[in-house]
């Protein structure tokens, strides 16, 4: 259920930025330099009174994305990527799954042109990436995606509104169905980007400093704050700009002050912001870990994860920075089955005994070094195994193999594997808690990267969801 507000900030942002957008229309509408910003945190600039040079083999396709009308052309030559003989269909289906389900949240009715360039094959760089385009003029924007959608208006002629990018190397679901342990979901990964390109991003570098000219900033960098303090980064107005430190950049405390967010939340959404900034995925995304149930814009990503709707507050985060009609889709519909399914999963499961078993660290990933505590539910008699094999102490580094607690003092690479643990709950009879699934990275892995992108992780593998270059802190 949304919940309703005295004060919504989204409406009076939205209605600000639409007057600088329709002051600067004359301008905008003439030769100008654009800025798109990429995933991979390449930024490309185009001169607006030059054509933007399409391939001979590219083909435009019209789709209908609930209310927008979407005018999506494909780069990819015949025989590959989304043009792939066999598996084109299917990608090309999940793309406008991905751009149905996105877009229909936004509420918004118009028209809207998306350029899908040349796919990536070698899978040694990023999973994807996508990014709108934006201004060099001195302002708080969300780039063209949002211009066009929500004003009805092309903002910058010659360039689509919205470019997408795929490495089709990796092991992807293209199916509806959930992905496998070893797969990529491809509705999942682009869900994520296509918000990227709404307008749900930074464009400050590790400085504080725009990436694209002096006094232009995102919407969305208007409303970071550093919790210790309550500080505002980057102040609103014509000339928005850098209030903070380079400290407060990696303070590991920064949040989303959206009210619309801030209320469903419970509180400010936690911004990540790790220790080292990340270029890519600092400030860009949810710190993952920390929101309860999980959610699309969180900074990481890893193989058979399917995240393909939208937290109740990432859809208040849209309403946020400009959104005003962004809402769930088939409110009425999901109340009937979350309350028929509750109920009788609610029923069936009563009685049954936690089985899980808690971590210290989120997500099952951890450096090498880094000290780790594994919690089995609580009971007697307790025997903990890895990948099936009993564990016996070694201390100091190893203890608690036969208590409620296993405790490492600094993780090894071949700690990694499928924990579980063997107690008796009460009833007398062996419960075995877990799996719990550990994978152990090598010292500076952590933070994962991606400017606008999910980091990709695999077994001794870490990639980020931006296009052309590993990236790995």
């Known amino acids: 259920m949304r919940r309703i507000l005295f004060f919504r900030s989204g409406g009076l942002l939205r209605n600000a930025v639409l007057a600088a957008l329709v002051a600067g229309g004359s301008s905008m509408a003439s030769a100008e330099l654009v800025y798109n910003v990429q995933s991979s945190g390449e930024i490309t600039v185009h001169d607006t009174s030059v054509a933007k040079s399409i391939p001979p083999s590219a083909v435009t396709t019209t789709i209908q994305a609930k209310s927008v009308t979407v005018n999506i052309t494909y780069f990819d030559g015949a025989g590959v990527g989304f043009n792939d003989a066999t598996l084109g269909a299917d990608r090309k289906a999940r793309l406008e799954d991905a751009l149905a389900y996105a877009l229909g949240v936004t509420g918004e009715t118009s028209t809207l042109d998306v350029d899908i360039l040349a796919s990536q094959s070698d899978a040694t760089g990023f999973l994807a990436s996508a990014g709108p385009y934006f201004s060099g003029s001195a302002g708080l924007q969300n780039g063209s995606t949002f211009t066009r959608l929500t004003t009805g208006s092309d903002p910058f002629g010659g360039v689509p509104d919205l470019e997408i990018t795929v490495d089709f190397g ?11 342990g070893s797969q990529f979901d491809l509705i999942s990964v682009l869900v994520h980007e296509v918000t990227h390109g709404l307008g749900i991003l930074s464009i400050s570098d590790s400085t504080g400093a ?12 208007s409303l970071l704050r550093r919790d210790t303090g309550n500080v505002t980064l980057f102040t609103g107005g014509g000339t928005p700009a850098f209030a903070g430190t380079i400290a407060d950049l990696i303070s ?45 814009m969180e900074h990481a990503i890893s193989p058979g994860e399917m995240m393909r709707e939208y937290a109740d507050f990432e859809i208040d985060a849209l309403r946020d920075i400009g959104y005003d009609a962004a809402a769930a889709p088939g409110g009425e519909g999901e109340g009937e089955g979350e309350g028929e399914g509750e109920g009788e999963g609610e029923g069936e499961g009563e009685g049954e005994p936690d089985t899980s078993i808690d971590a210290s ?13 594994l919690t089995a539910p609580a009971g007697s008699s307790y025997q903990w195994m890895l990948d099936g094999n009993p564990l016996a102490d070694d201390a100091p580094r190893l203890t608690g193999t036969d208590a409620q607690e296993l405790d490492f003092a600094g993780v090894l690479e071949s700690d990694a594997g499928a924990y579980t643990c063997e107690y008796d709950d009460g009833s007398k009879a062996v419960v075995v808690a877990g799996p719990y699934e ?9 933070p994962l990267a991606g ?9 001794g593998i ?4 931006a296009m052309r270059r590993r990236r790995h802190g």
């Open 210 to 221: 725009s990436q694209i000219a002096p006094n232009v900033y995102s919407v969305w960098d």
């Open 451 to 459: 400017l606008i992108g999910l980091a990709a992780l695999s077994t």
């Open 252 to 296: 590991t405390d920064l949040s989303f002050a959206g009210a619309d967010a801030t209320v469903t939340f419970g509180s400010r959404p936690p911004v990540y912001a790790p220790g080292s900034f990340a270029a890519g995925s600092s400030l860009s995304h949810w710190e993952t870990g920390s929101i309860p149930g999980g959610a699309i």
């Open 462 to 465: 870490v990639t980020a969801f």
């Open 438 to 446: 550990l994978e152990v990275l090598p010292p500076g892995s952590l």
């Open 361 to 373: 660290v989120a997500d099952g990933f951890i450096e090498s070094g880094a000290d780790l505590t």
């Open 170 to 180: 990796y092991t992807w679901n293209i199916t509806t169905n959930a992905p496998g």
